[in-house]
């Protein structure tokens, strides 16, 4: 018999799949802190967890039957990877189970902030009709301009050619890419875009990738939107810009902090802003603990 910990919560039905599968004993315990993970991880020879459970080093040197660690959805940031393979613990995720999730939020975050939505539901929560001063521009001719063009950014891509717009893509790679998407140099994309929209990962390379020196090369009037990790824009330089005007509006779902430690980002009248639930539509989730399940019972059963 195979112990599994379901350190986050998923959805019931699939839950109940898991549960049900001979040889598994699945026992759901969420909201752990570190401590209380030590002394519940050593039983277990797999966990199963999203984004909310932290599974540091010290957990990990608890988990002396653990064979597996599997996170439902994108990234591993909340794992210590490098001391789970030092202990010979298999680490895996679900990376394109919520891509489609995630696109069409930043999609939406994409309308939201060339029409003025978030602005206009806060009026007329207030009971004003300002009709006039939330006029906005259409998607239709624009230029988008995808930094990351992997699989988020290629659903990005696929979306915003349906709405008639450019689209032009920066990668460190080079991206077979089956749509009328040109790949460009950092630059040009820079140059070129009414709205960028980002999709790296998080590292050395891509934190801060658009700051200061990126926004000021940048069209005035640019969208920026990013749905990607907290920390690939320069928030302080994002702000600076949307008060000057050269950033129009930005939409963001993911922040340098979260939550956030200082919201005047977030205050800014020309930012929407979500707090990173772009991958949390219910089919997105569902594909990831699917997804989660054949690879218990591959590995495990
Ligand atoms: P992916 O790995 O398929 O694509 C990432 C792309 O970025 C790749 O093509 C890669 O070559 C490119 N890249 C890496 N470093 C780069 C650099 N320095 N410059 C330019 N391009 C670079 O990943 P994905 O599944 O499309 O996810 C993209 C990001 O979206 C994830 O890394 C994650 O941070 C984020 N995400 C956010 C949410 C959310 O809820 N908001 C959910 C899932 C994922």
Do not use: C
Request: aromatic share 4%.
């Amino acid at each position: 018999m195979k112990k599994i910990l379901v350190a986050d919560s998923l959805s019931p039905e699939v839950f109940e799949e898991l549960k049900s599968i001979p040889g598994f004993e699945v026992t759901l315990k969420t909201g752990m802190d570190e401590a209380e993970l030590i002394k519940t991880i050593p039983e277990f020879h797999a966990a199963v967890v999203r984004g909310a459970t932290k599974v540091t080093k010290n957990a990990i040197e608890a988990a002396s039957n653990m064979e597996l660690i599997i996170r439902a959805g994108i990234g591993l940031d909340n794992i210590d990877v490098a001391a789970a393979q030092e202990k010979g613990i298999q680490v895996t995720n679900t990376p394109a189970a919520t891509s489609i999730s995630v696109a069409e939020h930043a999609f939406g975050l994409m309308l939201a902030a060339v029409r003025n939505h978030g602005r206009a539901n806060l009026s007329m929560k207030e009971h004003k009709w300002e009709k006039k001063v939330l006029s906005g521009t259409e998607l239709y001719g624009k230029t988008l301009g995808v930094i990351g063009i992997g699989r988020i950014g290629l659903e990005v891509a696929k979306r915003a050619l349906a709405f008639g717009m450019k689209v032009i893509a920066y990668d460190v790679i080079e991206v077979k890419i089956d749509l009328d998407v040109k790949q460009v140099g950092l630059e040009e994309l820079i140059a070129q875009a009414d709205i960028i929209t980002l999709h790296v990962p998080l590292t050395e390379e891509t934190k801060h990738i658009v700051s200061d020196a990126e926004l000021e090369k940048m069209k005035d009037g640019v969208i920026i939107i990013n749905v990607s990790r907290g920390g690939t824009v320069d928030e302080k330089a994002l702000l600076r810009a949307l008060e000057s005007g050269k950033v129009r509006a930005a939409g963001l779902d993911v922040f340098e902090k979260e939550p956030p430690d200082d919201f005047s980002l977030v205050d800014n009248p020309n930012v929407i802003a979500t707090p990173h639930i772009g991958a949390a539509a219910k089919e997105g989730q569902k594909r990831a603990a699917m997804e989660v399940i054949e690879i218990l019972k591959e590995r495990l059963a």
